[in-house]
């Protein structure tokens, strides 16, 4: 089992920035591709960027949406994954939740945990 709690989430301006952390606990969470979705107001959640297990910048992925405006990174000694989010726009407000797996955190229908989720709104 692995225990996900967001924090960093909050109320911003367009264009500002925000960093979401995430920090795991239980079972060797630092070996787990680790993740971010999201999911806006009658919206579907979907895929943000996520991160593989050897550390920062390695095997990193992002949605085409986010690309070039945020950045995910790992601390394995703190097990915690943040997601820093520049140029916020008005489109990014959404509920951000964390997500681990043993083998992707890329693909919804095959991450076996999940945050409880942090709420980003941005006004525009």
């Known amino acids: 089992q692995v225990h996900l709690v967001e924090s960093g989430g909050g109320l911003v301006q367009a264009g500002d920035s925000l960093r979401l952390s995430c920090a795991a606990s239980?079972?060797?969470?630092?070996?787990?591709?680790m993740g971010w979705f999201r999911q806006a107001p009658g919206k579907e959640r979907e895929f943000v960027a996520a991160i593989s297990s050897n550390g920062v910048g390695s095997g990193s992925s992002y949605a085409d949406s986010v690309k070039g405006r945020f950045i995910i990174y790992r601390d394995n000694a703190k097990n915690t994954v943040y997601l820093v989010m520049s140029s916020l726009k008005s489109e990014d407000t959404a509920v951000y939740y964390c997500?681990?797996?043993?083998?992707?955190?890329?693909?919804?229908?095959?991450?076996?945990?999940w945050g409880q989720g942090t709420q980003v709104t941005v006004s525009s």
């Open positions: 997500a681990a797996d043993p083998v992707s955190a890329r693909v919804e229908s095959k991450v076996d945990y």
């Open positions: 239980g079972r060797a969470p630092g070996w787990y591709d």
